[in-house]
């Protein structure tokens, strides 16, 4: 049994959670966090002395904690051919591609964009600052787009490692209000990731608990 220290609206979290679902793991999740507080107990300073989440344990293994660790874990431990494959090159195109989803889009995304629309009071948020952070994201995402006319998913025909990384991040990229641009294979392979049950149970999360007046 996996169990899980982080709330459902942690975008790390999402990716974590999904991935589980898309392996068909068994799990309990302990909120935490944010509006639930619990980061500054000796308990989970025990789990992660860095006070943050996800942190997963695996049955009585250590916890683990950093998200892209925990996703290789699960995949080394837990994969189906398809989503980590055992092949060393073909193994390291999918991590190559999570890697940049992880730094290029992820972290293009969350502050730069979601954090300053979202987060800051309404009189403060910083437009101008958003569209060339928006600029900046959807050049790495014509690079995806790109790749998406050729294929199904970012490494292919299948779901991968590297789409967690990558996916769970266009909910919101679609779902905020800003002026995107006109990616039409990024937003087909949206639209099929919304139709997996497993993203939409744990990455189409209602963030209003960020919205500030």
């Known amino acids: ?16 959670m999904w991935c589980i679902a898309e392996l068909g793991l068994a ?8 509006n639930f507080g619990g980061t ?9 002395p ?49 890697e940049w989803s992880k730094i290029n889009v992820a972290m293009g995304f969350t502050v730069p964009i979601f954090w300053r629309l979202i987060r800051a009071p309404k009189d403060q948020v910083d437009h101008g600052a958003i569209r060339v952070a928006v600029t900046a994201l959807e050049e790495r995402l014509a690079i995806a787009d790109s790749r998406l006319f050729v294929q199904s998913f970012l490494v292919g025909e299948a779901l991968t490692l590297a789409d967690i990384q990558f996916g769970h991040v266009l909910y919101r990229y679609y ?26 149970e744990h990455v189409m999360v209602s963030y209003d608990v960020f919205l500030t007046p």
């Open 50 to 98: 860095n006070r943050s989440i996800p942190v997963l344990q695996d049955g009585t293994n250590p916890p683990l904690w950093e998200t892209g660790c925990i996703l290789r874990y699960l995949a080394n431990q837990y994969r189906d051919e398809a989503f980590w494959p055992t092949e060393l090159l073909a193994r390291t195109e999918v991590d190559r591609w999570a």
């Open 40 to 48: 500054d107990t000796d308990e989970f300073f025990a789990l992660n």
């Open 175 to 200: 779902d905020i209000d800003i002026t995107r641009a006109n990616l039409p294979n990024l937003a087909r392979y949206y639209t099929r990731l919304t139709k997996r049950p497993a993203f939409q």
């Open 1 to 16: 049994m996996l169990t899980v220290w982080g709330r459902k609206t942690s975008s790390n979290v999402q990716a974590l």
């Open 27 to 34: 799990y309990e999740r302990h909120d935490v966090g944010h």
